[in-house]
């Protein structure tokens, strides 16, 4: 008798812990809302949203950018929905801005880049408090890249990166497995310093052209996101190297198309952004039912060039507009 009536309690103190399944309310925070990248993950959010019957909104600022995000977290927060699913913009100026959101009972979920060390749930560091982390490979999708790079310019010359700005985990660790495969395996390739374009296209363009003037015998750019590769390929075609140049580009956006055909990018990593979205609110919507979910997700890739890229099944990843 007193068992069974031990056993009641628990039941019913852990069904009081469990939401009303249609109404949680979930909010997708970007990292910028105009990026084909985010773009493509809201329409995977969206379907996660539509399969669970629950609602998720997508909320972000015009630039990826802290200073901007962090305000349009806090009206987010004052929303005060279940849980966040945010790709934060740096890996230490968002830590204090979610803390409130997870002190205010917000379940934290971050995708595409993390906080902190990206290790959540295991009691360590000030960004542990996240449920989960789910995302591409950034450290393996750089060693692809740079070993595509370095296959096709015969393990030879110099290269360098083009980049965002430090501070971002993604974009960082693609630059970290970019120069360690470089330095692991291809001695005889020089990486240069890294270009920061603050994830302007244009910016990124003309830096090609000024590391051109300086090395003039300048071999390969790996432009690590969206907005870095379409600049370091528009470099190239103005500056007419496309036969002396590889491009890899990180990201898939429409334009990759008629790049790869042209011969302006050689190679591009497409992430599965839609894949990210979907299982960012699974994740959050598992946890909020009352499951327990693994600290860490990863997605995959697909490698798209001139060759493949009319395939349907490759095709298939370039991201939407
Ligand atoms: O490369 C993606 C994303 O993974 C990165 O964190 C920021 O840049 C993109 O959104 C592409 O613009």
Redesign the pocket.
Known sequence: MKKILAAAIVASSFMGTVQAQDDISIVLVP??TT????ITMNKGAQAAAKALGIKVDFQGAED?NPTLQVPVLDAVIARQPDAIVI?PTDTTQLIEPLRRASERGVAVITV??FIDDGKYQDGAGDGDFPMSYI??D?VAGGRMAAAAMAESMGGKGSVYVSN?RPG????DQREEGFKLEMAERFPDIQVLDTQYNE?DASTAAGQLQAVLAREPNLGGVFG????SAIGAANGVESANKLDEITVVA??APQSIVEQLKDGVVDMAIA?H?AEIGYYGVMTAYAHLTGQSVPPMIGTGFTVITAENVDEPEVARYIYSD
């Open positions: 990292g910028l990026d084909a990248f985010y990826f790709a595409d880049t995302a591409s950034n965002v971002i985990s993604t974009t994830n690590a996101n969206l907005f990180f990201d992430q952004p």
